[in-house]
């Protein structure tokens, strides 16, 4: 080869490579609405989960102030009841003081008549001037003797009754005690809870604050977005005179997806596809459906990945997305049958296959209409 031909051979090369090089980053506005709708369901189950664990949290509170008001009320109860066995003990011990004074008086007396023995009564008998003054005496004795004995069965039996008072009131108040000790446990269980759910309430309220965030930013890049389709609906022409369109990947007919709801095997739901999927093998060409002036060659992380959208008049566009390269650039004029794409399967995409969109006045509409 000649240095004219290697010349000629270096810029083809160059050219073909600048023409596939990989665009900037930019959204179309299909993505972004659908973006949109899933940040604003995310949104709304997020304040809705806001609402429900704030809920919580108030009867929790509620919960926390009614135990508050039963420990006081029981810790005031434990206070009277301490004052009452300190008050039953002094009496337990007065009572006790008196039963044995009791008990020494009658024990005492019972050691002096053993002393005496019967002389002494006999003595009480002999003393007496008549028979009135005997029985008079004799009465005295007798009454002194179950005096005695009343006295000390009666303190007996108050000193009996102070203790057992006392061993019952000691029982309440270990009974008041366990009930406050568990009710200070119960008041820490809740205060756990409440502290976790806080937690929680914060960062569900932070995770609302970011969607509401990404929710400002997609309304303004759609708002944008909106902006470029009506300032480019009829770019390539003030009416469509394309007629029917061509196959956007010659050779490869099948379609595994057509235009329409379905459940989308990646977003996991029910939703509209937008256009129709044909499947072909790796790097084949994509080729313009028809004549028209590139609007976007652009590429994103999700959705339609590497992607183009071509501007064909009178409001009517494709698209063709999950490419692995493009080949074209933004605001160039293409013809019917030029390779604009190299498939592949980037963004939101299961496999190597061509997305092909037609849209009228940026809105989606059957493929097959046009073909």
Known sequence: MGSKGKILAFILT???????????????????NKKINIKEKQLEEGRKQEEELNGQISDLQ?????????????????????????QLKKDVKKSKTKLKKGEDDLNGRL????????????????????????????????????NDKKVVASLKN???KLKTKKEKVEDAEKALELQQEQLNTKKTELAADQGQLEKKVA??????????????ELNAQAAAIAEKARAHSNTGGQSYGGGVMGWPVPGSYGVSSEYGWRFCPVHRCR???????????????????SSGTVIEAASMSGGYG???????????????????????????????????????????????????????????????NYL
């Open 111 to 146: 050691r002096n008549i053993y002393k005496s023995g019967s002389i002494g009564f006999i003595d009480v008998v002999l003393d007496s001037g008549d028979v009135t003054e005997l029985l008079s005496n004799v009465d005295m004795v007798k009454h002194i003797y179950s």
């Open 271 to 289: 939703e509209l596809h937008s256009g129709m999927d044909i499947p072909c093998s790796y790097g084949t060409p994509i080729k313009a459906a």
């Open 14 to 32: 160059a050219v073909l490579a600048l023409s596939c090089a990989a665009p900037a980053f930019a959204t179309s506005k299909s993505e972004i």
């Open 62 to 86: 509620d919960k926390i102030e009614g135990l508050e008001g039963d420990i006081a009320e029981l810790t005031t109860r434990i206070a009277e009841t301490k004052a009452k066995i300190v």
């Open 158 to 160: 108050q000193y009996k």
């Open 306 to 368: 590497n992607y183009v959208m071509i501007s064909h008049g009178g409001g009517i566009s494709t698209l063709y997305g999950h490419n692995s390269s493009l080949c074209v650039s933004y605001g160039q004029h293409v013809n019917r049958g030029d390779t604009i794409a190299l498939a592949g399967s980037t963004g939101a995409s299961t496999g190597v296959h061509c997305h092909f969109e037609v849209r009228v006045n940026g809105s989606p509409v059957n493929p097959r």
């Open 203 to 216: 960062q569900v309220a932070e995770s609302n604050e970011e969607l509401e965030s990404d929710l400002h």
